[in-house]
C-alpha cells in the first residue's frame, strides 16, 4: 500500500520506464533532518537548481490550445498536484514524476532577459502570451525569486498582452502591474479551483492555497478590473465531480467572468501516480474511479486525441458537459472570452537605450 508523505502530492518516486531509467530510492540527502511522525515517512526537503535556458518563450501548434507561445518561469512545481499532466517533463531530465518533479525544482533567472531579447527581435510578432500553462508561474518558490514579476514588468513595459493561469493567490501581489495592462485590454486571469473541500485540497494539491484563498484571489482580480476566470480542471468523477455546481456559484459570487473544465488526464507516468494516491486517499472508491476515467477516455488510462483529450467522451462526459452548461447559464458565467490586444505593443529598446530606439 502506498504511503503518503507529509505535504506532498505523489506517494511513489520512480523513474520512466520510457527512458531506460533506474527507479530512485530516497536517501539521506533528500530528508529533512528529523524523523517522520506516528510512523509517517520523513518530509522531502524542496531544492531549487539554476536553469539557464537559450530561449524562454515555449512555441505550441495544438489546434486545441488558444494560444501559440508560453512562459514556465519554473520547472517541476511544489504545489504538488497529483494530476498534474506536465509530471512527466521530470523524466526527460533522470528525474522522477513524482516526488522528484515537486521537491527538485528548476527556476529560470535569466527568463526576463530572455524575453526582452526576444521581444526586440525585428521579427517578433505580437501575440499574447500565456503563464501558467505547464507548472504554475506563482508556487512557493516565486515569493523569493520572482521570475514572474519581473516577466510581467518586460510584458508591460513592451505594452504586450498576457495570460495567467494559476491556482495561487499569490497572483494577487502582482495586481498592480496587472490592473493598468488590464485597462489597456492587455491582460486575463484564469484561477483554478478544483474543490472546496480543505480535507481533499489538502491531498490533491498539498501545498496550493487553499480554496477560500482562490475564491479571494478571483474577487481581488475582478476588482482590480482584471477579467478573471475560474477553471475546474481537472474534474476527478467520484472525488470532485459532485462540487461542480458549488464551485461555480461561489465564483460567480467571487466576480468571475465565465468558467472552464476538463476532465481529468493521466498521461504516461501520471497514471501510475494517480492510482498510487487513489489507493493511498480513497481505497475504497478506487476501482470506481478508474472505471469511469477509462469510460470517458476510450477504455484507457489517457486520450492523447486532440479535442477529445480536453473533453472526454461517451455518456459520463456528456452529462458532466450538461451539467457545466446549465450551472453556467444559471450563475451567469457565460461571458465572452476576452480578446486582448496586440496593436499597443512596443518594441523594448535595444542595447543603446531608447535613445536610439
Same mark, same amino acid.
Request: net charge positive.
Given at each position: 500500500?502506498?504511503?503518503?508523505?507529509?505535504?506532498?502530492?505523489?506517494?511513489?518516486?520512480?523513474?520512466?520506464?520510457?527512458?531506460?531509467?533506474?527507479?530512485?530510492?530516497?536517501?539521506?540527502?533528500?530528508?529533512?533532518?528529523?524523523?517522520?511522525?506516528?510512523?509517517?515517512?520523513?518530509?522531502?526537503?524542496?531544492?531549487?537548481?539554476?536553469?539557464?535556458?537559450?530561449?524562454?518563450?515555449?512555441?505550441?501548434?495544438?489546434?486545441?490550445?488558444?494560444?501559440?507561445?508560453?512562459?514556465?518561469?519554473?520547472?517541476?512545481?511544489?504545489?504538488?498536484?497529483?494530476?498534474?499532466?506536465?509530471?512527466?517533463?521530470?523524466?526527460?531530465?533522470?528525474?522522477?514524476?513524482?516526488?522528484?518533479?515537486?521537491?527538485?525544482?528548476?527556476?529560470?533567472?535569466?527568463?526576463?532577459?530572455?524575453?526582452?531579447?526576444?521581444?526586440?527581435?525585428?521579427?517578433?510578432?505580437?501575440?499574447?502570451?500565456?503563464?501558467?500553462?505547464?507548472?504554475?508561474?506563482?508556487?512557493?518558490?516565486?515569493?523569493?525569486?520572482?521570475?514572474?514579476?519581473?516577466?510581467?514588468?518586460?510584458?508591460?513595459?513592451?505594452?504586450?498582452?498576457?495570460?495567467? *493561469?494559476?491556482? &495561487?493567490? #499569490?497572483?494577487? /501581489? @502582482?495586481? !498592480?502591474?496587472?490592473?493598468?495592462?488590464?485597462? =489597456? +485590454?492587455?491582460?486575463?486571469?484564469?484561477?483554478?479551483?478544483?474543490?472546496?473541500?480543505?480535507?481533499?485540497?489538502?491531498?490533491?494539491?498539498?501545498?496550493?492555497?487553499?480554496?477560500?484563498?482562490?475564491?479571494?484571489?478571483?474577487?481581488?482580480?475582478?476588482?482590480?478590473?482584471?477579467?478573471?476566470?475560474?477553471?475546474?480542471?481537472?474534474?476527478?468523477?467520484?472525488?470532485?465531480?459532485?462540487?461542480?455546481?458549488?464551485?461555480?456559484?461561489?465564483?460567480?459570487?467571487?466576480?468571475?467572468?465565465?468558467?472552464?473544465?476538463?476532465?481529468?488526464?493521466?498521461?504516461?507516468?501520471?497514471?501510475?501516480?494517480?492510482?498510487?494516491?487513489?489507493?493511498?486517499?480513497?481505497?475504497?472508491?478506487?476501482?470506481?474511479?478508474?472505471? *469511469?476515467?477509462? &469510460?470517458? #477516455?476510450?477504455? /484507457? @488510462?489517457? !486520450?492523447?486525441?486532440?479535442?477529445?483529450?480536453? =473533453? +472526454?467522451?461517451?455518456?459520463?462526459?456528456?452529462?458532466?458537459?450538461?451539467?457545466?452548461?446549465?450551472?453556467?447559464?444559471?450563475?451567469?458565467?457565460?461571458?465572452?472570452?476576452?480578446?486582448?490586444?496586440?496593436?499597443?505593443?512596443?518594441?523594448?529598446?535595444?542595447?543603446?537605450?531608447?535613445?536610439?530606439?
Amino acid at each position: 500500500m502506498p504511503v503518503p508523505r507529509p505535504a506532498r502530492g505523489a506517494t511513489l518516486n520512480t523513474t520512466s520506464a520510457r527512458f531506460n531509467l533506474n527507479a530512485r530510492e530516497d536517501d539521506g540527502d533528500w530528508l529533512d533532518d528529523r524523523d517522520g511522525i506516528d510512523g509517517a515517512p520523513p518530509p522531502v526537503r524542496t531544492t531549487v537548481t539554476i536553469e539557464t535556458p537559450r530561449t524562454i518563450l515555449a512555441r505550441n501548434s495544438s489546434p486545441d490550445i488558444p494560444f501559440d507561445r508560453s512562459i514556465n518561469p519554473y520547472r517541476g512545481c511544489e504545489h504538488g498536484c497529483i494530476y498534474c499532466f506536465a509530471r512527466p517533463t521530470h523524466a526527460y531530465h533522470d528525474l522522477s514524476p513524482g516526488i522528484d518533479f515537486e521537491t527538485r525544482l528548476f527556476a529560470k533567472p535569466i527568463a526576463p532577459a530572455l524575453l526582452r531579447a526576444e521581444l526586440a527581435k525585428p521579427g517578433y510578432v505580437c501575440k499574447p502570451i500565456a503563464f501558467g500553462t505547464n507548472t504554475d508561474p506563482y508556487q512557493p518558490i516565486e515569493r523569493e525569486w520572482r521570475i514572474t514579476r519581473e516577466c510581467i514588468e518586460v510584458l508591460a513595459q513592451a505594452r504586450h498582452p498576457l495570460t495567467i *493561469t494559476t491556482k &495561487s493567490d #499569490r497572483v494577487t /501581489r @502582482d495586481i !498592480d502591474l496587472l490592473a493598468p495592462m488590464a485597462a =489597456q +485590454g492587455l491582460a486575463a486571469a484564469m484561477v483554478s479551483v478544483t474543490t472546496l473541500d480543505p480535507r481533499i485540497a489538502m491531498t490533491l494539491e498539498p501545498r496550493a492555497p487553499s480554496p477560500e484563498k482562490r475564491l479571494k484571489a478571483i474577487a481581488a482580480l475582478a476588482a482590480a478590473g482584471i477579467p478573471t476566470f475560474v477553471s475546474i480542471s481537472p474534474v476527478i468523477p467520484a472525488i470532485t465531480d459532485h462540487e461542480i455546481e458549488h464551485i461555480l456559484e461561489r465564483a460567480a459570487d467571487a466576480g468571475a467572468r465565465a468558467a472552464f473544465f476538463i476532465p481529468v488526464r493521466l498521461p504516461h507516468e501520471v497514471a501510475p501516480l494517480f492510482r498510487a494516491w487513489l489507493d493511498a486517499h480513497f481505497p475504497d472508491r478506487a476501482a470506481k474511479v478508474m472505471a *469511469t476515467i477509462q &469510460s470517458l #477516455r476510450g477504455g /484507457r @488510462d489517457n !486520450d492523447p486525441g486532440f479535442g477529445s483529450r480536453m =473533453q +472526454g467522451h461517451g455518456p459520463w462526459a456528456d452529462l458532466l458537459r450538461t451539467r457545466f452548461a446549465i450551472a453556467c447559464r444559471k450563475y451567469g458565467l457565460v461571458g465572452e472570452r476576452v480578446r486582448l490586444r496586440t496593436d499597443l505593443f512596443r518594441r523594448p529598446a535595444g542595447a543603446q537605450g531608447e535613445l536610439f530606439d
